[in-house]
């Protein structure tokens, strides 16, 4: 589970996130939506610790980030907005390099490894250089990366960006599956009906404020509207209101 409990974060004078609370239950997806610069990615970034938040606090498993960050990280797989991958390694390496990071016994990292390798179909891939890959290349090498450690709490920034039509069949199936396991799964997304196919439950951040938290079904029926993208135009248009729980 992770609880973020009245987190603001300010750049300056810009105050990018305000007064934000939820919680992340294990067994669910979540889908986090905003237009660009409503603060979704500056979130991702608190809850595994790349920036420390202006008031409030999260704790992953019980862990605070701001106070036990490598701790907190250790529970959580995460797939940033920039996939970051050594371009000398191989996708293989590259997977296993992060795999040893976490300490995973040589035996356990082959077999996850070898896993995600099939499970997203590179193997045409695995033994190259990541020098020259295409997005949908890196985006698969990163999201093995990711999660080559099977976390419990996995947070995706746009998982399925580049990818082509069978490949992003496959993420959607592993996202699934690590849902059915018990996993929390956070993810961000501008494809609306991704996130009508795939989530539990969506959050929907306008102008660094959380204006609905709920099922995509009591989102529409809340907002009196037709379809999540007619719901979410319309909560993008009204920042001031207080949070919206939709069961």
């Given at each position: 589970?992770?609880q973020?409990?009245h ?11 305000k007064d934000v609370s939820?919680?992340l239950?294990?067994?669910e ?13 500056t ?5 595994y610790?790349l920036?420390?938040?202006?008031s ?5 498993d019980g862990?605070?980030?701001?106070q036990q960050?490598d701790?907190?990280?250790q529970?959580?797989g995460?797939?940033?907005d ?7 390694l ?5 997977i296993r390099y992060?795999?040893e990071?976490h300490h995973?016994?040589?035996a356990s990292l082959?077999?996850s490894c070898e896993?995600l390798?099939?499970?997203l179909g590179?193997h045409?891939i ?10 949908g290349e890196?985006?698969?090498?990163a999201?093995?990366r990711?999660?080559v450690?099977?976390?419990?709490h996995?947070?995706l920034?746009e ?6 039509v ?5 993420v ?5 599956a ?11 997304s501008?494809?609306?009906?991704e996130?009508?196919?795939?989530c539990?439950?969506i959050?929907?951040i306008?102008q ?17 509207t037709t379809s999540?993208?007619e719901a979410?135009i ?5 920042p001031?209101q207080?949070?919206?729980h939709?069961?």
């Amino acid at each position: 589970m992770i609880q973020v409990e009245h987190i603001s974060k300010q750049f300056g004078k810009i105050e990018a996130l305000k007064d934000v609370s939820f919680t992340l239950n294990d067994g669910e997806i979540t889908g986090l939506l905003g237009v660009n610069g409503a603060g979704k990615t500056t979130l991702m970034r608190l809850i595994y610790g790349l920036l420390q938040p202006s008031s409030g606090r999260i704790l992953v498993d019980g862990v605070e980030v701001a106070q036990q960050p490598d701790r907190a990280r250790q529970r959580l797989g995460v797939l940033p907005d920039d996939t970051g991958l050594y371009k000398r390694l191989t996708a293989r390496e590259n997977i296993r390099y992060f795999g040893e990071l976490h300490h995973l016994s040589p035996a356990s990292l082959t077999e996850s490894c070898e896993e995600l390798i099939e499970l997203l179909g590179m193997h045409n891939i695995a033994d190259r250089r990541a020098e020259g890959f295409s997005l949908g290349e890196r985006m698969k090498t990163a999201l093995a990366r990711a999660i080559v450690h099977q976390p419990q709490h996995i947070m995706l920034d746009e998982p399925t960006n580049g990818l082509d039509v069978i490949t992003t069949r496959a993420v959607r199936r592993m996202l699934v599956a690590l849902r059915d396991q018990g996993r929390c799964v956070l993810f961000s997304s501008h494809l609306m009906h991704e996130v009508t196919g795939l989530c539990d439950r969506i959050i929907v951040i306008a102008q660094g404020r959380i204006v609905a938290d709920g099922s995509v079904a009591a989102v529409i029926e809340q907002t009196q509207t037709t379809s999540l993208e007619e719901a979410f135009i319309y909560l993008s248009e009204l920042p001031a209101q207080e949070v919206t729980h939709a069961e």
